[in-house]
């Protein structure tokens, strides 16, 4: 059933519209791929799914079950069950990354943790994502690398278990063997749960083998085209080339 609505979304960084008239539905469980040449707008979809506040909705709504998220901020967006990795993910200096992942689910459920359980899937996560333990008591994300800075938002994404997880470039200056554990790490979040999932990406790599359910291509804001997993395959032999033209 619906997850996730969009419905002629238009918005617009400091009064320059960025997106335009953007409608599409996400289903609970399901998986949508994002992709566009650069500067399409598709972080900007991102944010404003999230709710940051530079982002102006201009018309339109977006609704999670049913209700309207506009007004929410976007603590109340993450209790609610949206997540976000960023492309360029924050360093936080003096929280580890345990106590980070401790205090997130405890806001976002709004209940005392289970130590235990806690303990047994965040064992389980780092496994599938090749980290080392040692991780744990390191201040979040400092001085990490860039893939272990992607892993680390890919254990966030395991352990929050968000009911719709976006993903803005998460493959983006990884190298194979890094693309590969991340690649293991989703779909591992679409074997477990329920979760949905809107991966935005320029690389197929990622891809290779997830479950892919829906292709949108963003051209200058429209999103010009929706497809199937085969949508991915032409945008790889062929480009954006066909789409360039739609988002005149
Ligand atoms: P994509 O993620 O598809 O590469 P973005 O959403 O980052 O595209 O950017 C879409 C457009 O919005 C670009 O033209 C970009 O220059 C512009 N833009 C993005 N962020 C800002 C900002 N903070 N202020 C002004 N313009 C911005
Ligand atoms: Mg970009
Ligand atoms: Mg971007």
């Given at each position: ?21 953007i409608d ?73 990354l345990e ?32 980290m080392d ?116």
């Amino acid at each position: 059933s619906e997850l996730l609505k969009v419905n002629n979304l238009s918005v617009a960084i400091d009064d320059t519209e960025i997106l335009k008239n953007i409608d599409f539905t996400i289903g609970k469980g399901e998986t949508h791929v994002l992709m566009g040449p650069n500067g399409a707008g598709k972080s900007t979809l991102g944010f404003t799914l999230m709710g940051n506040p530079a982002y102006e909705i201009k018309s339109g709504d977006i609704e999670l079950e049913g209700e309207s998220i506009i007004e929410d901020g976007t603590d109340v967006r993450a209790k609610k069950g949206l997540f976000l990795s960023f492309q360029s993910p924050y360093e936080v200096a003096g929280i580890s990354l345990e106590s980070f992942l401790r205090n997130a689910i405890r806001q976002i459920t709004g209940k005392p943790l289970k130590i235990m359980q806690f303990k047994k899937d965040l064992k389980e996560a780092m496994e599938i994502l090749q980290m080392d333990e040692s991780y744990l008591t390191r201040d979040l994300n400092v001085g990490f690398s860039g893939g272990e800075k992607k892993k680390s938002e890919i254990l966030q994404m395991l352990m929050l278990r968000p009911k719709l997880a976006i993903l803005d470039e998460t493959d983006s200056g990884l190298d194979v063997d890094a693309v590969r554990t991340v690649s293991r790490g989703i779909e591992a979040y679409q074997k477990n749960r329920d979760g949905a999932l809107l991966i935005i990406t320029h690389s197929t790599r990622i891809l290779e083998a997830l479950k892919v359910d829906y292709t949108h291509i963003l051209v200058k804001g429209k999103l010009v085209e929706t497809g199937d997993a085969a949508l991915v395959e032409e945008i790889n032999n062929n480009g954006f080339a066909r789409f360039e033209k739609l988002g005149e």
